[in-house]
């Protein structure tokens, strides 16, 4: 009797990606890491991301460098460790990686894992806003609106601002809109100051939230209405909470926004 062989099932993508990662491909490497990273078909386990980051890293893959630095910079996954952070974040901002362009000017600018340099960080952002990445084109323009690691130049803090704005980054449409408001390297605009932190605050922003109760409860750019004012200033405290559990350090942008509407508010409701 003669026996037909039954034929193998054919491979999944999962299975394929795997074998592709195994046999060294660090592309495959990478994104068997980032499925790890983001529980995408397998058990979400950052140990595990970082284990296949590291075996692309050190074959010179940029994502697989700029997605490791970031583990590192939180000890996801890995101990914690700034420095080994910017050493993957500086390989792959070294070969165009807008994302570790970025994340290095961070590192920079606060001096987390390296020395403390805001000029050395304005260069790093400004390659990443170059190409296009919103995150970094909010903090150029941030940059050049508190003059940090360059002259302060509000009209081009505006510009980057847009930018970024322009591409839904709601800390950049924040920002703007203060600018607006104040009438700050943009002509002072009231209903543009508006439009701009409803966007944001549309999205969760915390800053934005706050702002736009501001708007409802002083007229700014639209009509007074106190009930709309204390149900955006209600999600203002509750997205000021969820951010202090996930993370007791304020950002930049919050603390100086949360100082200078609350000296605006005291002004304003004396007068």
């Given at each position: 009797m ?22 060294g ?71 165009g ?5 970025n ?58 601002y ?6 839904g ?82 950002t930049?942008?919050?603390s ?15 007068n």
């Open positions: 003669r026996f037909i062989s039954r034929k193998s099932k054919p491979e999944t993508a999962e299975e394929k990606l795997r074998r592709e990662a195994e046999l491909d660090p592309k495959a490497q990478y994104r068997l890491g980032r499925c790890y990273e983001k529980g995408q078909g397998v058990a979400r386990d950052k140990a595990e991301a970082a284990r296949w980051y590291r075996k692309a890293a050190e074959q010179g893959n940029p994502s697989a460098q700029n997605n490791l630095g970031f583990l590192y910079l939180y000890g996801h996954g890995v101990t914690k460790d700034p420095k080994e952070a910017v050493r993957w974040f500086s390989a792959a901002a070294e070969q990686n807008a994302s570790a362009q994340n290095l000017g961070h590192c920079l600018e606060k001096g987390n894992g390296v020395r403390l340099d805001r000029a050395e960080a304005v260069l790093w952002y400004r390659k990443a806003a170059e190409q296009g990445l919103a995150a970094a084109q909010h903090s150029l323009g941030y940059c050049y609106d508190k003059g940090r690691g360059i002259e302060q130049d509000k009209a081009e803090a505006a510009r980057w847009r930018k970024a704005a322009d591409q980054w709601p800390q950049a449409m924040n920002c703007l809109a203060c600018l607006y408001y104040y009438g700050f390297g943009v002509e002072e605009s009231d209903d543009e100051a508006f439009r701009l932190w409803k966007a944001a605050a549309e999205t969760g922003e915390g800053g934005a939230l706050e702002n736009l109760a501001f708007c409802y409860e002083t007229g700014v750019g639209t009509e007074k209405n106190l009930e709309e004012a204390e149900k955006w200033y209600a999600k203002a405290q509750e997205a000021r909470q969820a951010a202090a559990k996930a993370d007791p350090n304020h930049r942008e919050q100086d926004m949360e100082e200078t509407m609350a000296n605006l508010r005291r002004f304003l409701r004396k």
